[in-house]
């Protein structure tokens, strides 16, 4: 069940595959600069997060470990990424729009090269989908 990704024109033409990993793809979105692309990506059954340039030619995944790592979201510098991940383990009480068991989901930060992911904000609860606050003018 492969779901890839694609980027386009802002009218929907040329479109340009991404991702061929013949897996999941989800949870694109585009660096500030709007050259790169963060998502995460379930190969070999391990979520984690990966990089690519618009035009798909250089991709580098960024997370490496056994839990999910998913839900990216660009810092305003461009320099990192905010993310959801059950690398510590455990279980939680879930959220009402989700099914049950529900696994530890903690908030990370990790620059581009995927150098020393910080845990920025963890509870016994489940912490889902990071976004950064737009900037103020």
Same mark, same amino acid.
């Not at 618009?54 to 990216?72: A, N, S, Y």
């Not at 305003?76 to 729009?97: K, L, M, Q, T």
């Given at each position: 069940?492969?779901?890839?990704?694609?980027?386009?024109?802002?009218?929907?033409?040329?479109?340009?595959?991404?991702?061929?990993?013949?897996?999941?793809?989800?949870?694109?979105?585009?660096?500030?600069?709007?050259?790169?692309?963060?998502?995460?990506?379930?190969?070999?059954?391990?979520?984690?997060?990966?990089?690519?340039?618009?035009? @798909?030619?250089?991709?580098?995944?960024?997370?490496?470990?056994? @839990?999910?790592?998913?839900?990216?979201?660009?810092?305003?510098?461009?320099?990192?990424? $905010?993310?959801?991940s059950e690398r510590e383990g455990g279980s939680v009480a879930c959220p009402p729009r989700y099914?049950?068991?529900?696994?530890?989901?903690?908030?990370?930060?990790?620059?581009?090269?995927?150098?020393?992911? $910080?845990?920025?904000?963890?509870?016994?609860?489940?912490?889902?989908?990071?976004?950064?606050?737009?900037?103020?003018?």
């Amino acid at each position: 069940n492969s779901r890839e990704l694609f980027v386009a024109d802002g009218n929907g033409d040329n479109p340009t595959q991404i991702t061929f990993f013949e897996s999941r793809a989800r949870w694109p979105v585009f660096s500030p600069d709007s050259e790169l692309i963060a998502f995460g990506a379930d190969v070999d059954d391990d979520w984690e997060i990966y990089i690519s340039s618009v035009d @798909g030619d250089d991709i580098w995944r960024v997370t490496d470990d056994e @839990g999910f790592d998913g839900q990216p979201d660009w810092a305003p510098s461009g320099a990192a990424i $905010v993310y959801a991940s059950e690398r510590e383990g455990g279980s939680v009480a879930c959220p009402p729009r989700y099914p049950g068991p529900c696994a530890d989901r903690e908030l990370y930060l990790v620059d581009v090269d995927g150098n020393e992911p $910080v845990r920025l904000y963890g509870t016994p609860a489940f912490e889902s989908e990071p976004a950064w606050r737009p900037e103020q003018d």
